[in-house]
Structure formats: C-alpha cells, structure tokens
C-alpha cells in the first residue's frame, strides 16, 4: 500500500490525513496548498455510503489493501474500507450488532440508483419526521446525513447537512454493494475462519467509543483481542493510538478541523508474517 510512498515502517507510521488531504508529517510545510517534491499530498473523495461516528472517511484507501477474495467486516458501520479502491468487487460480508445499520445496508443493497435518486432532497431546518412518505430506514439513511458524524440517525437537517452530495454519491456507487451480504450479529458469533478472507476490525474504541448505540462498555477487549490474533488470513485492527488490549502501533494522525488532532493505531499480522510483508 506504502510502496510507492513510505519504504519504512517508520514512514508509515508518520503520515497526516486532513479533511481532504494526506501528507506526510515530517515533510509539511506552512502553506500545505502547494504540492512539491517535499510535500506528499492526495485529496480524498468521498467513500462511503452514509455518514458514522468514526468512520474512516480519511483513511479508508490507506489501509493495506486485502488478500484473498473475501473481505469480512464484523463492526461494519458505513464500511468505508471495503467501499474504497477496487475493494468492493470482492465478496463482502459486513457484520454489525446495531439494528439501523443493518438495515440501512440492507436497502442499499436491494435499492437501485432510481430509488435513490427519488428521495427528497432537504434543507436546513426540514424535519424528517414530517415527511410521511419515507420508511423508517429511508429516514435512517437520510439521517445520518443531516448531521454528519453522529452515531444515530437523526431527524432535522442541520447547517451542515450533506444530503444532496450524499444522494448523488450513492446513486452513483449503488452498483458496488449489489453482491455484498449483511447480518445483524456480534463479532463472537462469525463462524467464518479461513486463510482467504481479510478481516477489518473497527470495533468501538476502548476509551472513544462510549457514544454508540452498541458502544464500548459492552465489549470485553480481552475476547476481542484473542479472537483477532486468531482469525486466519489477514488481519487489520484499527484503534486510537494508547489502546492496550493489542500491541498497537502509530498509523496516522487525522485532523478533521481546525487544531484538533488525533493518533490512529493498527493492529496487524503481516508487521511479521511475510505472506503480507509489503
């Protein structure tokens, strides 16, 4: 995935993704506008399908791309990792415990770009509930893109409503998750195991992770570690950069808006398996 860009592991663990931007940490300059031999940088589109808490918007495509021809993902969300790149023609399995998730990728799975495209468009201040033609988890949808980032749907679009890019984007990717499965399950329950499938694991942070509806206090960490240190094939485990519960190491540092700046980890099995050495 870093070939081309970071020969290190010490590279790879010094990059900075910004709303819309991936450069290098060590390399940026004070106007980080201007692209240069010095200053790495690729503006990111959009890869995903609703907005959620803790999606990986910024990263998805940085990741290390799958082995084999299956991608499970058993804390599914928006699964903006198996969305971006080319990643979605291979066959995707997406688990998550929490019932509008579910839901929502089950309509998107069966919806075509008409269907999509029929569904009202709002504006600030327009209240979801009142709109009677809509089903529930067409409301759900729309929901998550009237008040981006929020771990439930919710009904009043706000100023920073993103619908109409939203609507437009899923009627023109619709086509992608038409052969993809999903379930309503928690991870402890996939029987799936074999050397073919890459598994990405995002499960609610350790310690950020209170704000979801199936949040953080409801997961032993100990379970999960021991259950992603078992799966065969490969394994990518994503948390915030201080997480014990798995040998974490740096990944990235985000920064969404102004100042604010977070460290993401990975967990993964090829940092010593030479079948995914890259």
């Known amino acids: 995935l870093f070939k081309r860009n970071c020969q290190t592991k010490q590279e790879r663990s010094s990059l900075l993704i910004t709303d819309g931007a991936m450069c290098s940490a060590t390399q940026t300059t004070k106007d980080d506008t201007k692209d240069n031999s010095n200053n790495f940088k690729i503006f990111l589109g959009r890869i995903f399908m609703f ?15 799958p082995v084999g021809d299956m991608i499970i993902e058993p804390f599914a969300g928006s699964a903006a990792y198996s969305l971006a790149n080319n990643r979605w023609q291979k ?23 008409i269907d999509i495209l029929r569904l009202p468009d709002l ?8 709109i009677q033609t809509l089903s529930d988890v067409e409301k759900w949808l729309i929901g998550f893109h009237i008040n981006p980032g929020s771990p439930t749907p919710k009904n009043i ?14 009627a023109d990717n619709i086509h992608k998750v038409k052969h993809w499965r999903v379930f309503q399950s928690d991870y402890i329950k996939i ?14 942070y350790d310690k950020q992770g209170v704000f979801y509806a199936k949040n953080s206090t409801n997961i032993n960490y100990n379970d999960l570690a021991n259950f992603c240190i ?27 808006c102004g100042t604010r700046k977070s460290i993401e980890a990975i967990w993964t099995n090829f940092d010593n398996d030479e079948r995914f050495l890259f």
Do not use: H
């Open 51 to 65: 907005y959620y808490y803790g999606r990986k918007k910024l990263l998805a495509d940085k990741y290390p791309e």
């Open 91 to 113: 066959e995707v399995i997406l688990y998550d415990d929490y019932f509008v998730v579910v839901e929502i990728w089950k309509y998107l799975i069966q919806a075509s770009k």
């Open 123 to 130: 504006k600030q201040g327009d209240d979801l509930r009142n």
């Open 157 to 170: 679009a706000t100023k920073m409503n993103r619908w109409g890019a939203g609507k437009k984007y899923i």
């Open 191 to 204: 029987n799936e195991n074999r050397e073919n499938i890459t598994w990405f694991i995002d499960p609610p």
């Open 230 to 256: 078992t799966r065969k094939g490969m394994v990518i485990v994503c948390e915030n950069f201080g997480a014990g519960w798995l040998p974490f190491r740096s990944f990235a540092t985000t920064k969404s």
